[in-house]
């Protein structure tokens, strides 16, 4: 079946403006998660969400950084004004629910210029 | 605030040869992950564990809850095994070590 796909995996943009990235989680999965991995350095927790509970958000590093799901769909995570250091690999992944293994999208390349 | 800590940081092995990659945490977790991220930046999750052990195929792994720790290991390592290996403690979220770097040389 289809696994997490992410879109789109590249995106380049110029300092200061706003980029929106999409996850779409396996289907049936309750549980998603957004992580960034900036060049060179580990795996960073940004946000967690779990059904309709109220989302995880201890990970998002400023307030340009938010994150909504509808549901159990479709994820987006929203960068605005974005800075150099935003530039990172973005990695979304689901799981059945937060008792269960994760599984990883192919993550967005986004480079801040 | 979990401290995960990994070791070794780097790893360079001979085929076949018996690898052993350790994690330790700070905090009781709920659970542990163990994740392979290959060159091209793919993560893939190998286990989630959260008491005893685990195996699958030429990989195994164990943790310790009281001791807080961790193994992965790979018996008759192959240099496809080549990758980075992470460990991600889960409370809520997940904290990550900062990987193991494995290097299997035929």
């Known amino acids: 079946g289809a696994g997490v796909s992410q879109s789109p995996s590249n995106k380049v943009t110029e300092k200061g403006k706003d980029v929106e990235l999409r996850c779409d989680p396996i289907?049936?999965?309750?549980?998603l998660y957004w992580y960034r991995q900036r060049l060179g350095q580990g795996l960073e927790f940004l946000i967690y969400?779990?059904?309709?509970?109220?989302?995880?958000k201890s990970g998002l590093p400023s307030d340009r950084f938010s994150a909504e799901r509808t549901g159990e769909s479709v994820s987006t995570l929203t960068i605005q004004r974005t800075q150099q250091e935003d530039s990172a690999v973005y990695l979304c992944?689901?799981?059945?629910?937060?008792?269960?293994?994760?599984?990883f999208g192919p993550g967005t390349r986004l480079l801040v210029l | 605030k979990n401290e995960v800590e990994q070791s070794p940081q780097n790893l360079t092995a001979q085929e076949g040869e018996f690898i052993t990659i350790n994690c330790s945490y700070s905090?009781?977790?709920?659970?542990l992950h163990w994740l392979q991220q290959h060159p091209g930046g793919g993560i893939v999750s190998l286990f989630m564990?959260?008491?005893g052990k685990k195996k699958h195929g030429r990989l195994i792994a164990t943790i310790n809850i009281q001791e807080k720790h961790s193994s992965l290991h790979i018996t008759a390592s192959h240099p496809r095994d080549s990758a980075v290996y992470i460990c991600?403690?889960?409370?809520?979220?997940?904290?990550f070590g900062k990987g193991t770097h494995l290097i299997i040389q035929p």
């Open positions: 992944a689901s799981s059945l629910n937060n008792q269960e293994t994760q599984y």
């Open positions: 289907s049936g999965h309750t549980a």
């Open positions: 969400f779990q059904g309709n509970s109220a989302p995880d």
């Open positions: 905090v009781g977790i709920s659970a």
């Open positions: 564990l959260s008491s």
């Open positions: 991600a403690a889960r409370t809520d979220g997940l904290t």
